[in-house]
């Protein structure tokens, strides 16, 4: 029966469950809930675009239906239709299990099954997290703005979180091949150009995009987020990092968590236009992997740096930061962590700083534990004659 007054509504099941709602041979009433704000359903599985739900400003979704589905590929399209009916919706967190394992099916899926970032979500848009949705991604040409209007007249531009998982939320373009035909390439470009519509943006968050290397950008773009605080990105390619952040300038960012895969044992250091000047930035977690030697992780003694730990802590402003933990040992030298960690001596660099965490290989030549407490001692010495917090420690695992 109608629920005309309902403003909050949770439905789950312990396991997925499937059901049928027949439209043909129920009321529109029936399904319909004027003054629902908040939905959240969990397990289940049923044509989500049937519900009347025009008011809603929350909606919480996790679709755990695994192949067979009577959705089957449509149910991102099931929600995307849900999502397109709701224009006050304000925070959406959509979680299709079937989606995230993008082996199960065409990858080149029906453009009416993806959902789109740029028509699909309304002025009052503020949080998004899509996790296993297949993703359009509009084409760069399409970004052209009235300068005398600005970005705050986009659709996105009170986004404050975005959360994308799973590959079939990678940024993808068409690209003019070599022989003149046309292939699906990966591209930072449409992520970037998304972000450029999101002056108000407080929280990134990326992952599992390991799968593809993106191009370079063809465009050099500058891109200010003067609000953004939080960037999380876990089990990306490396790429994208280094591609990302030659374009973003952020100033308040506090916290920086990286999961980054490499191809091979490339360079994956700062590109020349951006220096690691973030004066704000609080907690530094950095996890970086790429060829594996014999099948087990050791610190290399000399040769090229794909990760220059001392360059960045030399050469960046840390006024702020409280804890920092690497776990790199297949793209980092012996001697660049020990010079990284010989330039923790003196806090002046790094005053606030009260943690590292280091994650050293099983196997190799792990570093002198002496020597560290000698250090640590030292820094916390100097710390305390200076009036600051000595209270410096240094915690090592094994990274197995």
């Given at each position: 029966m109608?629920?005309?007054?309902l403003r909050c ?8 469950t ?15 809930f004027?003054?629902l704000?908040s939905?959240?359903?969990?397990n289940?599985?049923?044509a989500f675009?049937a519900?009347?739900?025009r008011?809603?400003?929350?909606l919480a979704?996790?679709?755990?239906c695994s192949?067979p589905c ?6 991102g399209?099931?929600?995307r239709?849900?999502?397109?009916h709701c224009?006050?919706?304000?925070r959406?967190?959509?979680?299709w299990?079937f ?5 199960s099916?065409d990858?080149?899926l ?11 979500l309304?002025h009052?848009?503020?949080e998004v997290?899509f996790d ?15 300068p005398t209007?600005?970005l705050?007249q986009s659709?996105?531009s009170?986004l404050?979180s975005l959360e ?5 939320t ?5 690209s003019?091949a070599g022989?003149?035909?046309w ?26 995009w390991?799968?593809?290397m993106?191009?370079e950008?063809?465009n ?5 987020l003067p609000?953004?605080?939080n ?6 390619h490396a790429?994208?990092f280094?591609y990302?952040?030659?374009?973003l ?10 999961s ?7 360079p994956?250091?700062?590109p020349s236009?951006w220096t690691w000047n973030f004066?704000?930035?609080q907690w530094l977690e950095?996890e970086l992997h790429?060829?594996l030697?014999h099948?087990q992780?050791?610190?290399?003694e000399?040769g090229?740096v794909p ?6 802590l030399?050469?960046?402003t840390w006024?702020n930061?409280?804890s920092?933990?690497v ?9 660049e962590m020990?010079?990284a960690?010989?330039l ?6 790094t ?10 290989p099983?196997y190799?030549?792990p570093?002198?534990?002496e020597w ?6 030292e820094r916390n ?10 209270d410096?420690?240094v ?6």
């Open positions: 109608p629920c005309p007054r509504l949770k439905l789950g099941a312990l396991e997925p499937e059901l049928s709602l027949p439209r043909a041979n129920l009321p529109a009433d029936r399904i319909r004027p003054l704000r939905l959240s359903l969990n289940l599985c049923f675009s519900l009347n739900v008011g809603l400003t929350d979704l996790y679709h755990s192949d009577q959705l089957g590929c449509a149910g399209n099931e929600i239709q849900l999502i397109l224009p006050s919706l304000q959406v967190a959509a979680v299990e989606g995230q394992d993008f082996s099916f990858k080149d029906d453009p009416e099954h993806r959902l789109s970032l740029q028509h699909l309304g009052a848009i503020r997290s296993g949705l297949p993703v359009a991604w509009p084409a760069p040409a399409s970004f052209k703005f009235d209007r600005g705050h659709n996105m009170g404050t994308l998982t799973g590959r079939v990678v940024p993808e373009v068409w003019k022989d003149g035909g292939s699906i390439v990966t591209s930072v470009e449409p992520l970037l150009h998304v972000l450029q519509c999101c002056p108000h943006l407080t929280d990134l968050n990326l992952a599992y390991t799968q593809s993106p191009e950008p063809a050099s773009l500058v891109i200010f609000n953004l605080y960037i999380a990105m876990e089990h990306m790429d994208f280094k990302l952040f030659t374009a300038r952020v100033p308040r960012l506090q916290s920086l968590n990286l980054l895969h490499a191809d091979e044992l490339e994956i250091w700062t236009l004066p704000e930035l950095i790429g060829q030697f099948g992780l050791t610190f290399q000399t090229a990760f220059p730990l001392q360059d960045i030399r050469g960046g006024t930061l409280q920092i933990t776990a790199c040992v297949d793209c980092i030298t012996k001697n020990l010079g960690l010989g923790l001596r003196n806090p002046a660099r005053p606030r700083l009260g943690l590292v965490t280091i994650y050293e099983e190799g030549n570093v002198d534990r560290l407490a000698a250090l640590i001692a010495t100097i710390s305390w004659a200076s009036g600051l917090s000595s410096f420690t915690r090592i695992f094994l990274q197995i």
